[in-house]
């Protein structure tokens, strides 16, 4: 059984970071980063997916911003290891299931995407939660031309 290095602290100031392992190089390289913690997860869960169906072994490490210093988190990939209920009907209420969240992730990043091409990088806490909240109330299409009108803003 091979054994791994743990995961080095990401360099600059803190920021959500998903750390990823190689085992052909024996080192570790950042395979997403952001401001926000939804863009990263959906990226790892993403990168996951596919690597597992290429037959890769998959090993991540998840970095994030705590009282202004770096501090590592448990991965999805590992609070995923206790068995989940298949059947969406033995969820608990009002708990989301895997694909309300997916699609939730999918959302903020379509939103912030949307946001970055109108040339809004730097975000207040309130604008995130302003985020979050249209993320919540708003479906796909109506996020997505949404983040249509930010773009067209951001190229005139």
Avoid: I
Wanted: net charge negative.
């Amino acid at each position: 059984m091979e054994t791994r290095p743990e995961s080095p602290e990401p360099q600059g100031d803190p920021r959500w970071v998903a750390m990823l392992y190689r085992p052909a190089t024996q080192s570790w390289r950042a395979a997403a980063e952001s401001p926000h913690r939804s863009p990263v997860l959906y990226a790892l869960g993403e990168m996951t997916q596919t690597m597992r169906a290429r037959g890769d072994e998959v090993t991540v490490a998840l970095w994030g911003p705590k009282d202004g210093a770096w501090q590592l988190f448990d991965t999805p990939l590992k609070q995923a290891a206790s068995p989940q209920p298949t059947n969406p009907e033995a969820e608990s209420p009002g708990e989301p299931t895997l694909l309300a969240e997916r699609m939730t992730g999918r959302r903020h990043q379509v939103l912030m995407a949307g946001l970055s091409k109108a040339g809004l990088y730097d975000l207040t806490p309130e604008d995130d939660t302003t985020v979050q909240a249209l993320v919540e109330r708003l479906d796909e299409p109506a996020v997505r031309r949404v983040a249509h009108w930010l773009a067209a803003a951001g190229t005139r």
